[in-house]
């Protein structure tokens, strides 16, 4: 099992940015595919991004597809999440998540992180 730690979240305004990070321990980080996910207040827990394992293939939800970029340092254990132009509807609590497979992201994951809040207001 892989354990995972999520950090980099705050208060931004509209139109600002924000960089996620997520620190992995235990079973090998590059055996995993690895995905961001958020929940937002009152609302089910949504993917957000995936990467495979190799950082080759990339998923998006629509909602951020062209303003977050997901990357992923193996040699670091470290996956990342770059969110540019935030806006208040991606205000929500973000998690980090692992699964064997980057396709499988789309529904969940195996491991969880504890989640980082972000807040997107002025």
């Known amino acids: 099992q892989v354990q995972l730690v999520e950090s980099g979240g705050g208060l931004v305004q509209p139109g600002g940015s924000l960089r996620l990070s997520c620190a992995a321990s235990?079973?090998?980080?590059?055996?995993?595919?690895m995905g961001w996910f958020r929940q937002a207040p009152g609302k089910d827990r949504e993917f957000v991004a995936g990467i495979g394992r190799s950082a080759a293939n990339t998923l998006y939800a629509d909602s951020v597809k062209g303003r977050f970029i997901i990357s992923r340092d193996n040699a670091k254990n470290t996956l990342y999440l770059q969110m540019n132009s935030l806006k208040p509807e991606d205000t929500a609590v973000y998690y980090c998540?692992?699964?064997?497979?980057?396709?499988?992201?789309?529904?969940?994951?195996?491991?969880w992180g504890q989640g980082t809040q972000v807040t997107v207001s002025s």
């Open positions: 235990g079973r090998t980080f590059s055996s995993y595919a």
């Open positions: 998540g692992a699964d064997e497979l980057l396709a499988a992201l789309w529904a969940g994951a195996r491991s």
